[in-house]
T-cell receptor, first 114, second 108 residues
């Protein structure tokens, strides 16, 4: 089992360019999350999904869009990248709503916007 | 939303026990207390969770106050590999928010 994978691992964009980050999971988990982590800071929740076809905003959703067309994939889109979006992006999954479930994280995508 | 408060940083010596505190004074009766840690250049990983009773696993122990308004993650013998940021989170909440956590430095 691969667990949670993220594509790509690294990316450099110019201001104004667009891109999509892909998170894939093979654990059949219902919930999926996108976080960003700036240097020396904690994780901040961007968007999340509690099931296929659903999405919800987190703490810092502006400038990002997401889609969950398939249960195993959660896409994070940047329509017009800005230098302030330079960060490491982590995807995570959760098997369901039960309070004792644990999150599983991907290895991260390091994004630089010039 | 129930929130948690943790010290920004702590230091420990190698081979000594470490007690990482977390305050959660607005915890509700059904909230579980979860701990995660993030090693350098990695995504967070689950450490332990509990509801009311103290819990032990191969990584750590979790001591929960009787009134549940605080908890302590205990690393029994800190190693250099335990240097990480430790996060305390309450569930249930669908939007899992991590906060800044406690950065643990382990000195040889």
């Amino acid at each position: 089992n691969a667990g949670v994978t993220q594509t790509p691992k690294f990316r450099v964009l110019k201001t104004g360019q667009s891109m999509t980050l892909l998170c894939a999971q093979d654990m059949n988990h219902e919930y999926m999350y996108w976080y960003r982590q700036d240097p020396g800071m904690g994780l901040r929740l961007i968007h999340y999904s509690v099931g296929e076809g659903t999405t919800a905003k987190g703490e810092v959703p502006d400038g990002y869009n997401v889609s969950r067309l398939k249960k195993q994939n959660f896409l994070l889109g940047l329509e017009s990248a800005a230098p302030s979006q330079t960060s490491v992006y982590f995807c995570a999954t959760l098997s369901g709503a039960s309070s004792y479930n644990e999150q599983f994280f991907g290895p991260g995508t390091r994004l630089t916007v010039l | 939303d129930a929130k948690t408060t943790q010290p920004n940083s702590m230091e420990s010596n190698e081979e000594e026990p470490v007690h990482l505190p977390c305050n959660h004074s607005t915890i509700s009766g059904t909230d579980y207390i979860h701990w995660y840690r993030q090693l350098p250049s990695q995504g967070p990983e689950y450490v332990i969770h509990g509801l009311t009773s103290n819990v032990n696993n191969r990584m750590a122990s979790l001591a929960i106050a009787e009134d549940r308004k605080s908890s302590t993650l205990i690393l029994h013998r800190a190693t250099l590999r335990d240097a990480a940021v430790y996060y305390c989170i309450l569930r249930p909440t669908d939007d899992m928010r991590f906060g800044a956590g406690t950065r643990l430095t382990v000195k040889p």
